[in-house]
């Protein structure tokens, strides 16, 4: 497994993270268990907003919560500096009882309920990112029965293929997100906005995907967006205040993943915005970006307790761990890859291949096919790397199997963010079944 934020082997030869030895954290909260590496993911934070201030523009950095959504999360985006991003009644819920200001949300969503609408109206919110005519249709009736007026941002979708999973691209023009840009859906969109007293028109969001490697999908976007805010210009004389360039910045989770620094994609995004602006004589917008992955991917580590093996003469090894597809729902649904290693014996070298299993009634429920190990024994403790972003928050209780407690581990400190899931949690929503009286049969 590939070591990296404050991953270190200590003297006991146990996986450290954060100053804090994962056999011990494995030891006092059980497992499974997220760790999360807090000052990588203050690192990250920071490198986003470094690069745009070094740029000298005006941005917002925007935690895409999706990614990893829990009162701590959010409290630790909002004290670095972040808004937040939240796409659901439930996200913006988490994200105001941690004390984040409505102000510095957005809400995103391509089906926000009536009711979702009237919370975020009812809290101030930042800014609406709208996705289709029914919303915007929605909120202008809303905005006016309050008198309220409403800063949107219009979700574009610029038809730009992003390289990676076809499940998580967004940007292409078949896709559920967003107003067309070809066929003309957005420039009907943007002059509805206008007209409106009640809607504050900020600007337009792209999101091309997630997990890109490469800045060329941004500036195939940007591109797209300049040709129609140029139309946009001289059809409505409108220029946005506002670019929102979406997330999807990748991350290295087993070898071959080639991300780049987050400097790199900032400065690529705003080197074209200032060539188009310049080219079209427009002022400067603000940019915004939404990171969410890049932010707490890599930065979440799962440990495991093994425990039971199968070994087919010839075929595979299998192990089995007390986790699985209820807090990691990735490779069955993406086929996507980790790497892992024993915490508890870090220094002893593989001796064999492993296929991690597991323990769902589902054969899908692997979560490494092939996994170089030392010889495991049950109660080894397995580390898989990466699991920070998209683990949890995809989480379910699949065969009721309760969800996993969550530690922040930071300066050699652990603290308890999520508390483990009980069974009487998993029961506390269900009601007994009355059973009717039935007249007994007569013939
Ligand atoms: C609109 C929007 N913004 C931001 C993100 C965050 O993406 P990522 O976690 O890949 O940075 C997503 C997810 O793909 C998204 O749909
Ligand atoms: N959940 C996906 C990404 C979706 C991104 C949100 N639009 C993943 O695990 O990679």
């Not at 670019?243 to 995004?269: M, Q």
């Not at 400067?284 to 087919?312: C, F, H, N």
């Amino acid at each position: 497994m590939y070591l990296h934020g404050t991953m270190e082997i200590n003297a006991s030869g146990h996986l450290e993270i954060g100053g804090v030895d994962t056999v011990e954290l494995a030891n006092v909260y059980r497992t499974p268990l997220f760790v999360y590496d807090v000052a990588l993911i203050k690192e990250r934070m920071n490198a986003f907003k470094d690069a745009f201030e070094k740029k000298q523009v005006a941005y917002q950095v925007a935690y895409a919560s999706k990614a990893f959504s829990t009162v701590g999360m959010y409290q630790l985006a909002h004290s670095a500096g972040l808004s937040i991003d939240v796409v659901s009644g439930g996200e913006l819920f988490t994200a105001l009882k941690a004390g984040v200001p409505a102000s510095t949300i957005h809400f995103h969503g391509n089906n926000k309920s009536i009711d979702e609408l009237k919370m975020a109206l009812d809290e101030q919110i930042g800014c609406i990112v709208v996705d289709n005519f029914y919303e915007l249709k929605t909120i202008q009736a809303l905005a006016e029965q309050r008198g309220q007026t409403v800063p949107v941002l219009l979700r574009l979708t610029p038809n730009v293929e992003a390289h990676t999973h076809e499940y998580i691209t967004t940007g292409q023009e078949d896709s559920k997100f967003g107003f067309d840009l070809a066929s003309g859906q957005a420039t009907k969109a943007i002059g509805i906005s206008l007209e409106d007293e009640h809607i504050h028109l900020l600007g337009v969001h792209s999101h091309i995907g997630s997990q890109i490697f490469e800045t060329d999908g941004f500036v195939l976007a940007i591109e797209k967006v300049f040709e129609n805010l140029a139309r946009w210009k001289q059809t409505f004389n409108y220029e946005p205040a506002v670019l929102n360039f979406g997330g999807g910045f990748g991350i290295r989770y087993v070898d071959g993943d080639t991300p780049l620094h987050p400097s790199v994609y900032v400065e690529k995004i705003v080197d074209e915005t200032i060539k188009h602006t310049t080219l079209l004589e427009m002022d400067m917008p603000e940019i915004w970006i939404e990171p969410g992955r890049s932010i707490v991917g890599d930065a979440g580590t799962t440990l495991y307790t093994i425990g039971s093996q199968k070994d087919i003469p010839n075929v595979r090894r299998y192990l089995s761990v007390d986790g699985g597809m209820g807090d990691n729902l990735r490779p069955a649904l993406y086929e996507a890859k980790y790497e892992g290693m024993l915490a508890n014996r870090a220094n002893d070298k593989p001796e064999d291949t492993f296929s991690v299993a597991g323990k769902c009634c589902e054969s899908g429920d692997m979560l490494i096919w092939d996994l170089p190990l030392p010889d495991v024994t049950a109660n080894d403790i397995l580390a898989i790397s990466c699991t920070g972003a998209y683990g949890y928050s995809m989480a379910n209780n699949y065969n009721r199997i309760p969800r996993p407690a969550i530690v922040f581990v930071e300066d050699g400190e652990a603290q308890l963010v999520v508390k483990r899931e009980t069974y009487e949690d998993l029961v506390k929503l269900d009601l007994p079944y009355q059973q009717k009286a039935v007249a007994p049969f007569e013939n």
